[in-house]
């Protein structure tokens, strides 16, 4: 395994998978959003230029692509693109809110070949999510989880970002999962986009990660982490995974207007790698960008190194530092050793996110007008 | 439908002695260290970590069992077992299927 993760963090001829927001256009507004969608971009690719990706995609044999936003459901050409994706054998997963999955929309996604649904939800409960998601959102999104269990879709994942306030309710969101055919997805709360602001209020406490490590120990077969805690290994036990940043090694992010960053949580000049636009398109970004090309050389343990559990957690995750004001090469903010606390506590800078998409106010979207 | 083809394989003890194929829903994309196989039907991932897995692999379906096809690609006997365990490993992960 040591020498196919050595393999991967020198970068692959291509991506394992890509997560490609398709607009930042979305009628929520969550406080943690990492594109800090709500508006559309003007630029944002045609329907043609997204076809060109996808035929990229192709033949540089990416197998799938998750597809995101802001809400991908809200672009007119949403299913023309996922249709040409999987039609030339490039599967697709989608996150969504829901807003746009009635009972036909779940009969025709039933219906369709290499693709997968996540439904987004941030707590067991309609006031837990509700708080991070927005008024409603919860009933939305059990509405279309019920919509798209009762089309027999097949298990469609729920994808839940893990709170202060919903780390508690893994067993009430597994359940949950269970009881709808679905599988349970946790990934890690990350200082992006409007998280940049709401992150220092709702992300776990150390005293938290520990259970949390202790529960995804019990619980790793079931349920999906897109191996986001691999700090959490740090604590003894290795989650299972490959235990490394993917950042422009083995992943990347295209974002609506066709930049690529080096991974979903990092849209900020910094790690931009280039944009499918340019010469070459995204597969000479990919092979041949300066930035990639650093994030797949050998990268230094810096305040770290004398920490015996580096090998273990490897310094964590690089967006996680960036968007708090700690240095790369130090440790991560929610370093289980403690010792991310004591650097929070030193920072007096911290770097904006790029572009802010954000609606002046959430839209209220009915079903069916668009 | 796709746990009906394990009661084809499970039963038999000697896979060195098995006619076997790609499944044809799995691609394969090499990769510097072997290569990527990806199986559109369940989603999975799977990594072949070894360049000649990938020769064996691929020639699988030229040749009447396992056997024969290592043969062909210049395996020396010794590490039959290896492959014999790495094959069973991309039998259990719908990889490679019995024909």
Known sequence: MTRLVEQMKSGLDAPICITWELTYACNLACVHCLSSSGRRDPRELSTAEAFGVIDELRSMQVFYVNIGGGEPMIRRDFFDIVDYATGSGVGVKFSTNGTFIDAARAKQLASMEYLDIQISIDGADEVTNDRVRGAGSFATARRAMEHLAAADFGE???????????????????????????????????????????????????????????????????????????????????????????????????????????????????????????????TRVWRSSDLFADLRGPQSAGACASCGAWDACQGGCMAAKFFTGLPLDGPDPECVGGDGEDALAAVTSVPRPSADHSSPQPVQVVLGQR | ?????????????????????????????????????????????VFLKHPSIVDVVRSLSDHPDLRTALEANGIASEQWDAYDRAITSLIESEVVIAR
């Open chain 2, 1 to 45: 439908m796709r746990r009906l083809l394990t009661p084809l394989i499970a039963p038999d003890p000697d896979v060195l002695d098995s006619p076997l194929g790609l499944h044809p829903s799995v691609a394969l994309r090499p990769e510097p260290f072997g290569a990527l196989a990806y199986h559109y039907d369940n989603r999975r991932l």
């Open chain 1, 156 to 282: 469609f994942k729920i994808s839940v970002v893990i709170t202060r306030d919903n780390v508690t309710q893994l067993d009430d969101l597994l359940a949950l999962a269970d009881g709808l055919g679905a599988q349970l997805r946790l990934t890690r709360l990350r200082p992006s986009g409007r998280g940049t602001d709401t992150w220092h209020e709702l992300h776990p406490t150390l005293d938290q990660q520990r259970d949390l490590h202790r529960w995804l120990l019990a619980h790793g077969e079931r349920v999906l982490t897109g191996d986001s805690f691999f700090h959490l290994n740090a604590l003894g036990e290795s989650l299972p995974g490959l235990n490394m940043c993917g950042a422009g090694r083995v992943v990347c992010l295209i974002d609506p207007v066709g930049d690529v960053y080096a991974c979903p949580f990092v849209i900020h000049d910094e790690f931009l790698a280039g944009n499918v636009r340019d010469e070459g398109g995204f």
